[in-house]
């Protein structure tokens, strides 16, 4: 595990770059996240699927992977994958501030 400082606040990340304790994500963390992730700007699709991330993981326990993330949220596997280029699940789950989805590689 790592602590990092994102917004003036330390969180601690696992190994793979994810929240090790999703209690320690706000909102205020995500535009910092974003651009540790290459995302410059966050449109109201972007806080949409971050949303929907956070609460799929506080309802089932993890995040939907990218085929599921596809048929649930109202955006196509295509949309999700031009919102978040470098895999829309794992920067979208690392943006909400929770684990990796089960099925991320």
């Known amino acids: 595990m790592t602590t990092t400082t994102f917004a003036d606040r330390q969180v601690e990340l696992t190994d793979d770059g994810f929240f090790a304790d999703p209690s320690q994500w706000s909102e205020d ?6 651009a540790a992730d290459g995302i410059d700007e966050l449109t109201d699709d972007h806080w949409t699927v971050i949303r ?3 609460k799929e993981y506080l309802e089932n326990g993890t995040g939907p992977n990218v085929r599921a993330h596809g048929k649930t949220s109202g955006y196509t596997e295509k949309q999700l994958y031009k919102l978040f280029p470098k895999g829309p699940a794992k920067v979208a789950a690392r943006l909400a ?4 989805p089960r099925g991320c590689i």
Do not use: D, H, Q, T
């Open 29 to 34: 963390l995500v535009p910092a996240l974003a």
């Open 52 to 54: 929907f991330m956070r």
């Open 97 to 100: 501030g929770i684990s990796k």
